[in-house]
């Protein structure tokens, strides 16, 4: 074996498995594996899972906040105009140069794999140009994925139709849209009709910003299922936000949310954004704004959550790290079970690459042997602490060690203490009756 892991804990539950690892695969999953290998590493009690993967991002406005200025009122439709302001100062250099920043922070974090929409409505697609460049530097150790994005409207911005076609030529993976922010009701559905035949024409997947606004008569996802089923693109189309279905009427919701997933629809949240930038109209009670996300996974629908923006126009913080999507992901949607916290680790992992459509991802023989060793005993743990990767391995390679966090005690009165600071080394039971142990 070239890489072997010692019992290891997996997302599932399972306890004391070693991983071996043979030519970049995953070459044996089992509890006492009897081989040698050249090099070995300790994961007792730890973690080991596949890696994050951000299915919902905008790598093309990353690591731009303050240029020109900041979103004073932190709408969207002041990030939308503050990007306006920033295209024309673009250059593929500047793109580049933040876009590989970012993936630098995220291979730290254990985030092998990104779904990036890029902005269309500029003639030049400098950004398409400067992203597909850094996709191919980046691929030896991640996954980068590019959505063509008309950010001002397919229809409403002149020419966007035809750069949207452009970028596709030029190699951009996914076909992107905005309906809600085309004139109307009717072109935005126009929009959702015209962007799904061309991904009918041309094989390609689609990814659709879609209803991100309060408006509870918002409808376009309705459409997108529609479209979805109509030409057949069952399982390679995702709706984005669709925070207005936070607002929506309970009883439209009981139809449409089985109409989803009677389409084979994908659903991407992006909680840290939702939560800041929706409900800015109301004054008291202020709306979430993030989509039904338990009741869609409950409704066998795969649902995932994406990071969104990291310090850009419409987010000034963030540091590439799913776990800290997945613990604001919990909290906003109130899913504070075992099942529900343990499915909101899978929104950042799992459901998050079967929306990317990742070939060879996960913990079985076979799979590419892309893994992150945690500083948590489980899922739950990960989350609660925004763990350390102690480990990330890309190809049965480590290309990222970070320290086990430690903290000393000096209190008065006390022996001096080193040691990490959670109180339930073994991780968080189904159930306990005394604190401790
Ligand atoms: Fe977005």
Not at 81 to 99: M, N, Q, V
Not at 142 to 171: E, I
Not at 245 to 270: F, Q, T, W
């Amino acid at each position: 074996m070239d890489l072997i892991l010692r019992g290891a804990t997996l997302p599932d539950g399972r306890t004391g498995i070693d991983i071996g690892i043979e030519k970049g695969r995953i070459a044996t999953v089992e509890p006492t594996l009897q081989a040698a290998a050249r090099q070995e590493i300790d994961a007792t009690g730890l973690l080991v899972t596949p890696p994050f993967v951000d299915p919902h991002f905008h790598m093309d406005a990353t690591l731009s906040l303050g240029f020109p200025r900041v979103n004073a009122s932190g709408t969207l439709l002041e990030g939308i105009a503050l990007w306006g302001e920033l295209k024309p100062h673009l250059t593929a250099e500047s793109i580049a140069e933040r876009a590989l920043a970012y993936c630098d922070w995220a291979v730290a974090r254990g985030l092998l794999a990104i779904r990036t929409h890029v902005d269309v409505c500029d003639a030049s697609l400098v950004a398409v140009e400067a992203l597909l460049e850094v996709k191919k530097q980046v691929r030896p150790y991640l996954d980068l994925q590019l959505v063509a994005f008309p950010q001002d409207g397919v229809f409403r911005s002149p020419g966007a139709l035809d750069n949207l076609k452009r970028a596709l030529d030029l190699g951009v993976d996914v076909i992107g849209g905005i309906p809600h922010f085309e004139r109307t009701m009717a072109e935005g559905a126009d929009s959702v009709r015209a962007l799904c035949e061309i991904a009918a024409e041309r094989g390609l997947p689609v990814d659709m910003h879609c209803d991100e606004s309060d408006d509870p008569m918002s409808r376009h996802v309705e459409t997108l299922a529609y479209e979805t089923q109509r030409l057949g693109l069952s399982g390679r189309v995702t709706g984005s936000h669709l925070t207005s279905m936070h607002s929506m009427d309970h009883y439209y919701v009981s139809k449409l949310i089985p109409l989803m997933a009677e389409a084979g629809l994908y659903v991407v949240a992006n909680p840290l954004i939702n939560i800041v930038i929706q409900g800015r109209h109301d004054t008291y009670p202020k709306r979430r704004g993030m989509t039904r996300v338990p009741e869609l996974m409950k409704a066998g629908i795969t649902v995932a959550f994406g990071h969104d923006c990291v310090m850009d126009p419409w987010y000034p913080l963030g540091s590439g790290d799913m776990l800290q999507v997945a613990h604001m992901g919990l909290h906003v949607a109130q899913m504070t079970g075992g099942d529900g916290m343990r499915a909101c680790f899978q929104a950042v992992t799992e459901n998050a690459a079967k929306v990317m459509g990742l070939e060879g991802y996960g913990l079985t023989p076979g799979c590419h042997a892309d893994l992150v060793v945690l500083q948590a005993g489980d899922p739950i743990e990960a989350i609660r602490l925004q763990a350390t990767r102690l480990y990330v391995i890309r190809r049965g390679e480590v290309i990222a060690e970070t320290a086990l966090a430690a903290a000393r005690l000096n209190l008065p009165g006390r022996p001096k203490t080193t040691g990490h600071t959670n109180p339930w080394p073994k991780g968080v039971p189904e159930s306990r009756t005394t604190r401790g142990g």
